[in-house]
């Protein structure tokens, strides 16, 4: 009995196959259907896995050959304003998964270096504190400058800074914001304008 019962399935089958292949429907077996699902699912494991790899090296080659250098060289030329005060101090931060992580013990020298070692897919994201206190003159102020950067896996850019100071005179500042592919967001004129507005601030002040 059991055999006739198969036997009877399988007539069944082949009755319903014929009837949906009369009607102009897809006549393709289940089973291969669930082998090509199952294959296109490898073949997107394997490709997101393929491109979350290039990202890492990506967004790792990006800060390494292109940002840091061009961070350390802006670093440099805000060291340069340092003579004008009586102290200096220096934090440099980053966003691993969400939160808010700080460099320790690190200097406007070696920040850059430094976060080259935690720098990862997730962390594309990160900015930087320059305070200055006490300009040497009758009417001292205090400044503070931040410069933020993330990045994506694309490769655009956006940077974002801001100078804030206060004193008896007045409120000091300025800021600015650029967005644009990594090798073409023109890190030299940005470093420019800040260092000349930074200038012109402590240059009115003083005045």
């Known amino acids: 009995e ?7 399935n399988e007539l069944l089958n082949a009755l319903n196959l014929f009837l949906r292949g009369a009607k102009g429907e ?54 340069k304003f340092d003579r004008l005060f009586y102290s200096t101090d220096f934090l ?19 920040a850059p270096i430094e976060f080259a ?3 990862s897919f ?26 933020e950067l993330s990045v994506n896996t694309f490769g655009m850019v956006k940077v974002f800074y801001f100078l804030g100071g206060i004193s008896d005179k007045q409120q ?11 090798d073409a967001i023109g890190f030299e004129d940005i470093e420019k304008t800040i260092s000349d507005k930074l200038y012109r601030v402590i240059d009115e002040y003083v005045s």
């Open 92 to 110: 440099w931060t980053y966003f691993d998964k969400g939160n808010l992580l700080t460099l320790l013990n690190v200097t406007p020298l070696t």
């Open 172 to 182: 000091l500042g300025f800021d600015g914001r650029y967005e644009a592919k990594y």
């Open 26 to 79: 897809d006549i393709d077996d289940v089973e291969d259907l669930d082998k090509k699902l199952t294959l296109l699912q490898k073949k997107m494991e394997y490709r997101d896995k393929e491109n979350t790899e290039e990202d890492v090296v990506t967004l790792k080659a990006i800060y390494e050959e292109f940002v840091q250098p061009t961070i350390s060289s802006l670093l440099l030329t805000l060291k």
């Open 117 to 119: 070692n935690v720098l």
């Open 2 to 8: 059991p055999f006739i019962v198969h036997i009877g």
């Open 122 to 147: 997730n962390i594309p994201q990160f900015q930087f504190h320059y305070f200055w206190r006490g300009l040497k003159s009758k009417d001292s102020i205090n400044l503070k400058f931040t410069f």
